[in-house]
């Protein structure tokens, strides 16, 4: 039953990728609040989709790959599999029309102890909160690009949305007039 289950969600996130023509925006590992632990994630913001995966490592690799990589104050290199590097989806991916992003300002991250943090709330169609994720990411600047990369990659779903939705409507009336 268990390896049935593992086999269906394999499948489902590979068609998740496979024949769409998905464009990365923007990536870069962050560190996920998650139960009260600190989690490195690698995240990905795709043009209708924000990813959190996790980096898995050969054993050879000591050094955390987060720690490398937030040395750099430019979006690092995407790790890759010939470096001993595979990706691993660990959270639901968020459609970008579903997805809220809140900044924690400084005063609330000293009175949390979250330094570079904001919030990011994943919402039903019917506006109900799904989840909540507390991200981290190594200074100022990394935080004010991954808010803005966000809720521009939304702003841009949103429009594309709206578009469709009015274009679909214009063929409906265009269909009924003839």
Same mark, same amino acid.
């Given at each position: 039953?268990? +390896? /049935?289950?593992?086999?269906?969600?394999? $499948?489902?996130?590979?068609?998740?990728? /496979?024949?769409?023509?998905? &464009?990365?925006? *923007?990536?870069?590992?962050?560190?996920?609040?998650?139960?009260? $632990? +600190?989690?490195?994630?690698?995240?990905?913001?795709?043009?209708?989709?924000?990813?959190?995966? !996790?980096? %898995?490592?050969?054993?050879?690799?000591? &050094?955390?790959?987060?720690?490398?990589?937030?040395?750099?104050?430019?979006? @690092? @290199?995407?790790?890759?599999?010939?470096?001993?590097?595979?990706?691993?989806?660990? $959270?639901?991916?968020? @459609?970008?029309?579903?997805?809220?992003?809140?900044?924690?300002? /400084?005063?609330?991250?000293? &009175? /949390?102890?979250? %330094? *570079?943090?904001?919030?990011?709330?994943?919402?039903?169609?019917?506006?109900?909160?799904?989840?909540? *994720?507390?991200?981290?990411? @190594? +200074?100022?600047?990394? $935080?004010?690009?991954?808010? %803005?990369?966000?809720?521009?990659? =939304?702003?841009?779903?949103?429009?594309?949305?709206?578009?469709?939705?009015?274009?679909? =409507?214009?063929?409906?009336?265009? !269909?009924?007039?003839?």
């Amino acid at each position: 039953m268990k +390896n /049935s289950i593992l086999e269906k969600t394999r $499948k489902s996130l590979s068609s998740l990728f /496979s024949g769409t023509k998905r &464009a990365l925006i *923007y990536e870069g590992p962050l560190i996920l609040t998650d139960s009260g $632990k +600190n989690i490195d994630i690698y995240a990905f913001i795709f043009d209708d989709m924000f990813l959190m995966t !996790k980096i %898995k490592k050969d054993a050879k690799k000591k &050094a955390s790959h987060f720690e490398r990589l937030s040395a750099q104050t430019h979006t @690092p @290199p995407v790790p890759r599999r010939r470096d001993g590097m595979m990706f691993h989806v660990y $959270k639901q991916p968020i @459609p970008l029309d579903r997805l809220d992003v809140v900044e924690v300002n /400084s005063r609330q991250a000293q &009175a /949390s102890g979250m %330094k *570079y943090a904001f919030v990011m709330m994943h919402t039903s169609r019917y506006q109900q909160i799904l989840s909540v *994720y507390t991200v981290m990411t @190594p +200074n100022e600047h990394s $935080k004010q690009t991954w808010i %803005k990369e966000l809720n521009k990659a =939304r702003k841009t779903r949103l429009d594309q949305m709206r578009e469709s939705h009015h274009e679909e =409507r214009r063929t409906k009336d265009r !269909k009924k007039t003839l």
